[in-house]
C-alpha cells in the first residue's frame, strides 16, 4: 500500500539543480500532493490590471514545488508519474508579455484577461467546468486543468532555469498531461529529485502567446521507479484525447521553408480570422488561439516547404455557429 505525502506552497524553488535539498523523501510507489501558487508566483492577482505586468520581477516566475527525493531511483532508472488529480483555483488569467510568445514582435504591447472558472456542470466537457472568454459574443472554453512543470533534476551540475523545458522535463507545457495521464522523465541523479508547478486550467498546443490559463493549484501524483524503460531519454507519457471523438474545427496553415515562420503564419492566419468572423481584437484574438487552439505538423517531408496548421474547436464557440 502506497503512502501519502504533502508539499506545500512555501516549498519551492527557482531552478533546476541536483544541489537543492528535497523537501521530502518517500518510497517508490507513494502518492504526494502538491500545493502549488501560479506562474507568476503569485505576482498577479484577481485585482490585477494590465499596468501591473510592468511590475513583474520575472526572476521569480515558473517556480516549481519539491524536490521530492525518491527512494531506490538511481541514474538510468525511469520515474512514472501518474496524475491523480488536478485541482484549480476559482481564477485564472492570461497575459501577453512584451517580448514573449510566438508572436512577439507583433503583439509589443501587454494585455491581461482575468478569468472566473467555473465548477463542473451540465454540458462541460470532462468533468471539470468551463470559462468564459467573452459570454456576448458566447465564446466559452472548455477547463482541462494541468500542470506545465514536471521534472527531475538534470545530472549536469548548475542552476538550470526553469523557463525552458529539457530532456529531464520541466517546462514541458503539455495539456495532455492532465487527470488520468502517465509521464515518464529519464532519472539522471539519485532520488530523481521531482518537482511540479505552473498550474494551467486550459491550453491549446503551442500556448502561442506565452501564457495558458495559468492558475493556482492543489495536484496529486504517484511517483514509482521502473527499472526497465532504458530507451527513455526524453519525457514520454500516455493520455486519452482531448477532445469528444466528433469534434470539429476550424483550421488555418502557414507554409513556409522554415518550420517556424510557417507555425507563426498559421497563427497569424487564425487571429485574422478570428477577427473578422467573430469580431475580436488581435489581442484577444492571439489569447483565444493560446488558450484553444491546437498547432499541428500537417507535412513535414515535401521539400522545400513545411505545412504547420492551427486548429480551432468549434465547440468553443456555444451561441453562434461557428463561419466556414
Not at 86 to 103: D, H, M, N
Amino acid at each position: 500500500m502506497s503512502s501519502i505525502h504533502s508539499v506545500k506552497r512555501s516549498q519551492s524553488h527557482l531552478a533546476w539543480d541536483h544541489s537543492i535539498p528535497p523537501t521530502i523523501r518517500v518510497t517508490s510507489g507513494s502518492t504526494v500532493s502538491f500545493d502549488c501558487l501560479d506562474a507568476s508566483n503569485g505576482q498577479i492577482t484577481q485585482t490585477s490590471t494590465r499596468t501591473s505586468l510592468a511590475s513583474l520581477v520575472f526572476a521569480q516566475l515558473d517556480q516549481v514545488n519539491g524536490p521530492v527525493f525518491v527512494d531506490a531511483a538511481t541514474p538510468g532508472d525511469t520515474l512514472r508519474v501518474d496524475v491523480l488529480d488536478v485541482q484549480t483555483a476559482e481564477w485564472g488569467w492570461t497575459a501577453l508579455i512584451p517580448g514573449f510568445g510566438l508572436l512577439a514582435d507583433e503583439f509589443p504591447e501587454p494585455a491581461l484577461k482575468i478569468w472566473s472558472l467555473e465548477r463542473a456542470g451540465e454540458g462541460t466537457e470532462g468533468g471539470y467546468g468551463y470559462a468564459w472568454f467573452d459570454r456576448e459574443k458566447g465564446i466559452r472554453i472548455p477547463l482541462r486543468p494541468f500542470a506545465g512543470e514536471m521534472g527531475v533534476a538534470p545530472g549536469k551540475p548548475g542552476a538550470h532555469s526553469t523557463i525552458p523545458p529539457y530532456a529531464t522535463g520541466g517546462n514541458v507545457d503539455t495539456r495532455h498531461l492532465s487527470k488520468g495521464a502517465t509521464l515518464y522523465l529519464p532519472v539522471e541523479v539519485e532520488g530523481a529529485l521531482f518537482s511540479i508547478g505552473d498550474g494551467h486550467a486550459a491550453q491549446g498546443d503551442g500556448e502561442v502567446c506565452g501564457t495558458a490559463i495559468e492558475t493556482p493549484m492543489n495536484v496529486t501524483v504517484r511517483l514509482t521507479v521502473l527499472k526497465d524503460k532504458p530507451y527513455v531519454k526524453t519525457p514520454h507519457f500516455t493520455t486519452r484525447s482531448p477532445h469528444a471523438h466528433d469534434e470539429e474545427f476550424y483550421c488555418t496553415t502557414g507554409v513556409d521553408s522554415d518550420i517556424r515562420e510557417a507555425t507563426r503564419a498559421a497563427v497569424r492566419h487564425m487571429i485574422a480570422f478570428l477577427v473578422a468572423e467573430h469580431a475580436l481584437s488581435r489581442e484577444d484574438a492571439y489569447m483565444l488561439c493560446s488558450v484553444a487552439g491546437d498547432l499541428r505538423m500537417h507535412e513535414v517531408v515535401d521539400m522545400p516547404n513545411y505545412v504547420i496548421g492551427m486548429m480551432l474547436p468549434k465547440s468553443i464557440f456555444v451561441n453562434k455557429d461557428e463561419s466556414g
